[in-house]
Structures are given as structure tokens and as C-alpha cells.
């Protein structure tokens, strides 16, 4: 399944784990490094330009330095946060502060992110990393502004980073709200799975990767469940 989404022999699985070595798989235009971090077993994404090696973080979740390694002498131009729960800025303001990064985030989370957003993003905005280009997509649910990243520059085989809002086996955590489910099971069917093809790559905040393709049969079984 992974060389359908990247170049050819490409063995990136996503199966990273906190203290494991990072991940990173070349699809056209962009490479995209992940790894687990903290005690929550977060994911961060390091994407960079093929063409101009521009970097860009995707929650700069935990470990300072483990993020930092990363990042090496290349620079850190954006650091994007996918949504404003704790476990997900705990390094934020140590990257910032080594790397100069302009912080992203969406205008419903970004008050209560703890290092202030220089660049306010809304559903359908673009985030670049060089050449490359991401849009923003805004899923109302997990938290009030949390924003996946879909990366299309091949549209046969779109790559999505989902924050909280969509793992193997369901929507992220509503905790006990009804409505909030609603909303976002209904985000998650108008903006993701419905205009989203099978093959589409799913990159979500925890734990390992998944595709439209492999959620898509189980949609009715979440909302019966509730969560």
C-alpha cells in the first residue's frame, strides 16, 4: 500500500513509537518525516520541500530536542497546530523560540494555545512549505478550531493530516458530548470522506496511519455507536 503513495520502493509504514526512530517517505513535491513523542504518544510530521528544502511542523507536540534533531540546520519556517489540547504545544514555545517558526493555527483554537499565533487560518485556507501546498480543512468536534492539513498535489492519492479528528477506527474524542459527535461526524463525511478519494493517506495525531479507503465501510457503525 505505502509505494501507491510515495515513490516507488517506498517502505514507510507509519508505525512509529515514543523513543523509536522517525518514519519519512518522498511523495512528489514534499517529504514527510513522523514521529512519536511524550506520554501521550504523539505524533509530529516534519514536511519539507523537495525543491526548496523549506520546512514545516505539524504540532510541536513534545520533546524540544527530539523535534529539533529533526528540524537540523535546514530551518523551521511554520510550525502548524492542529488543534489547542495540551498534549499537542508541550514544545511549542522551545521550537519557536530555537527555530524563529511562524506559528499557525486556527482563529476558534488559537486563544487558547499558549504561544501566540502569528498566522490565523479558516477552513479552505492555504499553508505553503515551499512550492508545496496544503489546505486547510476545518473539523468542528475534537475542539472548536481543529483543522486537518490535505496535501493533493497528486489527486489520485491525496495525503490528509488529521490532528485528533480522525483515527483507525474512528472520529477522535468528544468526551461525552452528543452534539460535538454530530458536528464532527458531520465534517468528517461532507469535508473529508465524501470529495476524498479511497487511496487517500490518513496521518493523525496518535498512533499509526491509516486510509480513507480502510475507514470508509465502518461511517454508519460510529454514528450507531456514538463515538
Not at 514527510?32 to 509530529?44: D, Q, R, S
Not at 535546514?74 to 510550525?79: D, N, W
Not at 490535505?150 to 472520529?171: I, Q, R, V, W
Amino acid at each position: 500500500m505505502s509505494s501507491e503513495h510515495g515513490t516507488a520502493g517506498d517502505a514507510y509504514s507509519g508505525q512509529v513509537t515514543v523513543g523509536g526512530p522517525a518514519d519519512t517517505r518522498t511523495l512528489p513535491g514534499l517529504t514527510v518525516t513522523k514521529v512519536a513523542v511524550g506520554p501521550m504518544n504523539n505524533n509530529a510530521y516534519l514536511l519539507r520541500c523537495t525543491v526548496t528544502e523549506e520546512q514545516l511542523l505539524i504540532d510541536a507536540a513534545n520533546e524540544a530536542d527530539t523535534l529539533l534533531r529533526l528540524v537540523g540546520d535546514a530551518g523551521l519556517a511554520t510550525v502548524v497546530t492542529s488543534h489547542r489540547h495540551a498534549d499537542h504545544v508541550q514544545a511549542l514555545a522551545e521550537v519557536v523560540a530555537a527555530t524563529g517558526a511562524t506559528t499557525v493555527a486556527h482563529v476558534d483554537d488559537a486563544p487558547d494555545i499558549p504561544v501566540p499565533t502569528a498566522r490565523i487560518v479558516r477552513d479552505g485556507d492555504v499553508v505553503t512549505v515551499g512550492r508545496a501546498t496544503l489546505r486547510a480543512i476545518h473539523l468542528v468536534g475534537h475542539t472548536p478550531g481543529s483543522v486537518a492539513l490535505l496535501y493533493d498535489a497528486d489527486p489520485a492519492s491525496p495525503h490528509l493530516f488529521t490532528g485528533d479528528c480522525l483515527f483507525p477506527g474512528g472520529p477522535g474524542n468528544t468526551f461525552g458530548d452528543a452534539a460535538a459527535f454530530v458536528t464532527l461526524m458531520d465534517d468528517l463525511e461532507a469535508k473529508v470522506f465524501g470529495p476524498l478519494p479511497d487511496s487517500t493517506w490518513i496521518y493523525p495525531g496518535h498512533g499509526f496511519d491509516s486510509t480513507i479507503g480502510v475507514e470508509r465501510p465502518h461511517l454508519a457503525e460510529w454514528r450507531a455507536r456514538g463515538w
